[in-house]
């Protein structure tokens, strides 16, 4: 469960793990927040999809191995 703004890569890193909104926008936040207040279902949906993408993609043996992968091309 996160808000992220919506800046640079950002929304390719959050995927739909996450509800993006403006930057300097304060009602859009107010709103972002409001709806996870109030929606135990979605806190946990948005929860999981980040964890997976977590351990997926963001970990650090994820890492490794692309790091090894590109130095086996050079």
Same mark, same amino acid.
């Given at each position: 469960?996160?808000s992220?703004d919506l ?5 390719l890193?959050?995927?739909n ?8 926008d304060?009602?859009?936040? &107010?709103?972002? =927040? %409001?709806?996870? !207040? ?6 946990k949906? #948005?929860?999981k999809?980040?964890r997976?993408?977590a &351990?997926?993609? =963001? %970990?650090n043996? !994820? ?7 590109? #130095?086996?091309?050079?």
């Amino acid at each position: 469960m996160s808000s992220s703004d919506l800046v640079g890569g950002i929304p390719l890193i959050m995927g739909n793990a996450g509800l993006l909104i403006a930057p300097n926008d304060s009602n859009a936040i &107010v709103e972002a =927040l %409001s709806t996870l !207040v109030a929606d135990a279902e979605l806190r946990k949906a #948005l929860g999981k999809k980040a964890r997976e993408r977590a &351990v997926t993609e =963001l %970990s650090n043996k !994820v890492y490794a191995q692309r790091i090894l992968e590109l #130095l086996s091309r050079v």
